[in-house]
């Protein structure tokens, strides 16, 4: 089995994705995950999704790429969404399915590690399959008194997480590279000018490149 690179969200910028890439001497035996978001905010999402399609890579569904296919199914509210309707008018039929076709989690063959991946988090004490879908693309928080939040509003769930599997995740750039000892977040904030981080087992080495701008202000 070769190395699996997880990639942290991408939001577009395709550039940088292929920097990562080749930062990370990425081949043909690697298994590549990205952990959701592929879609809005930057310059390019449909070559994202094209990229990740036909290269045969995997990835979970985060709220950003659910908001898109939610549009392009739907339409916009008015006044609202009028972004991912837009970002839904550049992918193809086939970019929208594969899009689609993206699981909410996923427990990934790594060699000698136990892996789970989401977007947002798990609710910590809450079974796998009883987690809600807005928490598994939108958890950000758990309060003192043990219920879960979309805000920064209380600790980091992934401090609390106590595993056995190690979670990679992404969705929050507000607290950046997040090393928990049974989860690690890799939302490093590249389409807000940051960097686009990746995490390779099984050797367990982050690589990230930087943003050629920033693309979008954290509070769009």
């Known amino acids: 089995m070769g190395r699996t690179i997880f990639i942290g969200d991408v939001h577009g910028c395709v550039d940088e994705l292929r920097a990562l890439l080749k930062q990370c001497a990425c081949s043909n035996d690697d298994q590549v995950i990205l952990v959701g978001d592929l879609v809005a905010k930057g310059p390019d999402s449909a070559a994202v999704v094209q990229l990740a399609r036909e290269s045969g890579y995997s990835a979970v569904l985060g709220n950003h790429d659910e908001h898109v296919l939610t549009v392009a199914k739907h339409g916009a509210p008015a006044g ?24 909410l989690w996923m427990a990934p063959p ?12 798990f609710v910590p004490g809450v079974p796998l399959n009883a987690q809600p879908r807005k928490y598994l693309l939108n958890l950000r928080s758990i309060h003192k008194d043990g219920s879960p939040s979309r805000r920064i509003d209380g600790a980091p769930w992934a401090s609390i997480w106590q595993g056995p599997a190690h979670v990679v995740f992404g969705h929050d750039a507000l607290r950046g590279l997040q090393q928990h000892p ?9 389409v807000y000018g940051q ?3 990746a995490m390779i087992l099984p050797e367990n080495r982050l690589v990230s490149v930087p943003a050629k701008q920033a693309y979008s202000s954290v509070d769009s």
């Not at 790594?110 to 988090?121: A, I, S």
């Open 110 to 121: 790594v060699d000698g590690w136990n892996v789970l991946v989401v977007h947002g988090g």
């Open 195 to 197: 960097r686009l981080t």
């Open 80 to 103: 609202k969404r009028e972004h991912h309707a837009l970002v839904a008018a550049t992918l193809s039929s086939a970019d929208l399915q594969w899009l689609a076709d993206r699981p």
């Open 182 to 190: 049974f989860a690690t977040g890799l939302d490093t904030g590249c």
